[in-house]
Structure formats: structure tokens, C-alpha cells
């Protein structure tokens, strides 16, 4: 099994970048259609048209995304010789994989309250959550790339 992994080794990571790439574009525009839509009326025909994008983004790409993501992903972790598990950049990188997921979880969780016209929260406050996807695949690609302890 483990000379399969090594053998496929490129396909994986290339599966691997494929999805993150995927699934980072919908984190990165989902809070902002959030942005959006926590400014229409409840119940207007802009906010259903705002539920169904919201929907078909995360149901559609978001979510098979991230589990392609995790299952070519955890395949690297399994290649032989591809970490280093006394490094800290692996643990660093997983820790901010960790905080994504949960972000991710928070996405799906506003989601279903706009899905029932129960937004409580701002534009503002969805402008600035735009920006946890952002930092934390910073810190993910210079941990995975840099390797800097």
C-alpha cells in the first residue's frame, strides 16, 4: 500500500490542490454573498434568489470540496517520507486546517438561519468574517511551501 501511495504521489497532490483550490473559492465568496443578502428584506425575491446561491454554493461546491480536500489530503499524510512529524510546521498547518473546518461549520450554521430568515447579524460583521479564510490559508501555504520551523 505504501509503494501505491508513493507511486501516486503526484496525482495525489494534484487531486490535493484541485480541491483546496475549490473549496477556498467558495469560503472566500460565501461571506460575501452573506454580505449581501444580510442587506435584502426577509422574504424579498432578492433574498430567496440570495438562499438558493447560498445553497447550491455550499451543498454543490463548498462541501465536496472540502471532503475531497481531506481524503487526497490525508493520502499525503500517509505517503511515506512526505512529513516530518517532529516539525512544527505539520502541526501548525493541521491546527489552521483545524480553525477552517470550524469555519466552514459556522458557514453551514448561518446558512441555515438565513435559509429561515433568522440573520441577526451585519454586513459589517460578515465583511470581517470574510477574512478568516484568507489568513488562514496564508498561514496553511507558507507552512506547506516555507516550512519555517
Known sequence: MMDLLADFYP???ALHIISVIAWMAGMLYLPRLYVYHSDTAAG???SETFKIMERRLLRGIINPAMVSSFLFGG???AT???VDWAS???WTKLAALFLMSGFHGSLSKWRKEFEQDKNTRSSKFYRYTN????ILMIVIVIMVVVKPF
Open 11 to 13: 496525482w495525489t497532490r
Open 44 to 46: 424579498s425575491e432578492q
Open 75 to 77: 493520502l499525503l499524510l
Open 80 to 82: 511515506p517520507g512526505i
Open 88 to 90: 512544527y510546521w505539520i
Open 131 to 134: 477574512e478568516i479564510p484568507t
